[in-house]
């Protein structure tokens, strides 16, 4: 029997040949992220368990993203409990305001293909898409880390999704992962490893494959995984060795579940309010006033994000009493949009450009809506309550689909 890209990782990290779906082991973690939120939390937790010293201070990384800049005043509790916290156990991996966790885990070359990594959101999936296992925890599980090195899991089923051909030029990564998550419900991958492969999945950009690592987590995915190649090298930093190489799920590995799709059957789609799974195509929701479009967060604001929706808008106008939110997801998004035009083009359209950071995405530091007011959003969730009231209406969408919805004043196909 062969094994899938989950297993390898689980396997060589604990120092065996395989492991079995549903086994409990204790692995040996590579790299932890703590976010601002969660700080207080953590450090209690830390205290309580009785902790003197961080197993390894070099391997943790504290990100200040979601609070930043402070737009409540407890926010400021977390400064403080994040700084006093690095500088009593030696923690020199410290960004403040350089933009959204995710980004800053992959773009500063802090996760390899291969590493097995933890953070205190959700949204750590996002690192599957250089062939690391990553995923979320809570505070209590990441003062264990913290204090010991190690965590048990349970090691996932995986769903391989294929998908081969090319996506049309108005398809972006964001329709085809909210497509898969219409298919497999909000609940379909709870607990299971996500593995994306296909000729449609080679030729996407390391930026396309974060988009969909960053929403397995929408259908209940424990991670996600893509088979690191060239590109994954390139964008680490790194010549990828033997075992990176070999991160490749076997066509006998044990699969639970495989989705086969073609990539030209792909058409720009929605998420719907108010959940993640209720899948529209755009072109079944065409002429929907809306009040807002948020370009942005760990989900689409990268370059090629910034890029994309600046081509829909070059020559047109945002539409009047239309509010466009262009937040880049960090320093270095920013600077290179800054450098090749792409923010004055979006400006001159008339979107708001923002410091990097999560911003809109949870609600905070500008932008909330308000009762019976209709945004559409480049980020990963619309939940009830998520950017204002809970009776705002987002809907999900790629940066191309937001971009020509903030021209039009309503939904419509780029």
């Avoid at 086994?23 to 830390?46: G, H, Q």
């Avoid at 509790?77 to 923690?91: S, W």
């Avoid at 994954?232 to 006998?252: I, M």
Wanted: include cysteine; aromatic fraction near 6%; proline fraction near 4%.
């Amino acid at each position: 029997m062969g094994q899938t890209i989950i297993e390898k990782i689980i396997a060589r990290n604990i120092g065996r040949d395989r492991v079995r779906p549903g086994e409990i082991v204790t692995v040996n973690v590579d790299r932890v992220m703590l976010d601002d939120i969660m700080m207080p939390f953590i450090v209690s937790k830390f205290h309580e368990m009785g902790f003197e010293r961080v197993w390894d201070p070099d391997k943790v990384v504290l990100i200040y993203d979601h609070l930043v800049p402070a737009s409540q005043l407890d926010d400021i509790r977390h400064y403080k409990v994040g700084d006093e916290f690095a500088r009593n156990y030696g923690i020199r991996h410290v960004h403040r305001s350089d933009g959204i966790c995710h980004q800053l885990m992959t773009e500063a070359g802090y996760v390899k293909p291969g590493d097995v990594v933890f953070g205190t959101d959700s949204h750590t999936t996002t690192y599957g898409c250089v062939g690391a296992f990553s995923t979320g925890i809570g505070y209590t599980e990441m003062a264990g880390i913290l204090g010991t090195g190690k965590l048990w899991v349970r090691v996932p089923e995986t769903i391989k999704i294929v998908i081969d051909g090319e996506l049309a030029s108005n398809v972006m990564s964001k329709d085809v992962i909210l497509t898969v998550i219409g298919d497999l419900g909000a609940d379909g991958a709870t607990y299971k490893a996500l593995e994306f492969v296909g000729s449609a999945i080679d030729r996407m950009t390391i930026s396309s494959r974060m988009t969909m690592a960053n929403m397995a987590i929408e259908a209940g995915a424990k991670c996600a995984l893509f088979t690191p190649d060239l590109k994954t090298a390139d964008y680490c930093g790194t010549e990828l060795d033997s075992f990176q190489k070999a991160l490749v799920g076997d066509e006998e590995g044990n699969y639970c579940k495989v989705l086969t799709y073609r990539a030209e059957e792909f058409v720009p789609v929605m998420a719907c309010p108010s959940q993640v799974d209720k899948i529209r195509a755009v072109s079944q929701l065409d002429g929907i006033p809306i009040d807002q479009v948020f370009l942005g967060s760990c989900t689409n604001g990268r370059l090629e994000d910034l890029v994309a929706a600046a081509k829909v808008l070059e020559g047109k106008k945002v539409a009047p009493y239309v509010k466009m939110i262009v937040t880049p997801a960090s320093r270095k998004v920013y600077e290179e949009a800054s450098a090749r035009g792409v923010l004055q083009k979006l400006a001159e359209a008339g979107a708001i450009i923002t410091h990097p950071g999560c911003g809109l995405c949870c609600g905070r530091t500008g932008g909330i809506l308000c009762d019976g007011e209709r945004v559409v959003a480049t980020n990963n969730r619309n939940f009830l309550g998520r950017m204002g009231t809970s009776k705002v209406e987002i809907y999900l969408a790629s940066p191309a689909v937001a971009a020509a919805c903030a021209a039009a004043g309503k939904i419509i196909s780029p």
